[in-house]
Nanobody
Framework: QVQLVESGGGLVQAGGSLRLSCAAS????????MAWYRQAPGKGRELVAG??????????GNPVKGRCTISISRNNAGNTVYLQMESLQPEDSAVYYC?????????????WGQGTQVTVSP
């Protein structure tokens, strides 16, 4: 089993920055990729960014593609993932969830964190 614990959410004004962290514990060798998803009220959960745990290959979801102000990274051990967000806008407000996958190419998520709230005020 794998546990994912997010931290770093909060309230920030438009134009501000936040760095989210996700620490994985348990059977972490089974995780080949980690990702951040977000869900705003009344909307579905959407991919923000993903990264492979060994090679650090990254991918970004449609909401943030082309925005150089959001980036995903991981530590060398591959058990902690970060989401650096700068120049945040109110439309970035959502609950951000950390996710773990046992296979890189699979769509479904095997493990979810509890989520951390990000609120961006105008």
């Amino acid at each position: 089993q794998v546990q994912l614990v997010e931290s770093g959410g909060g309230l920030v004004q438009a134009g501000g920055s936040l760095r989210l962290s996700c620490a994985a514990s348990g059977s972490i060798d089974s995780i080949k990729a980690m990702a951040w998803y977000r869900q705003a009220p009344g909307k579905g959960r959407e991919l923000v960014a993903g990264i492979t745990t060994v090679r650090g290959l990254t991918t970004y979801g449609n909401p943030v593609k082309g925005r150089c102000t959001i980036s995903i990274s991981r530590n060398n051990a591959g058990n902690t993932v970060y989401l650096q967000m700068e120049s945040l806008q109110p439309e970035d407000s959502a609950v951000y969830y950390c996710a773990g996958k046992r296979e890189i190419a699979q769509m479904e998520v095997d493990y979810w964190g509890q989520g951390t709230q990000v609120t961006v005020s105008p």
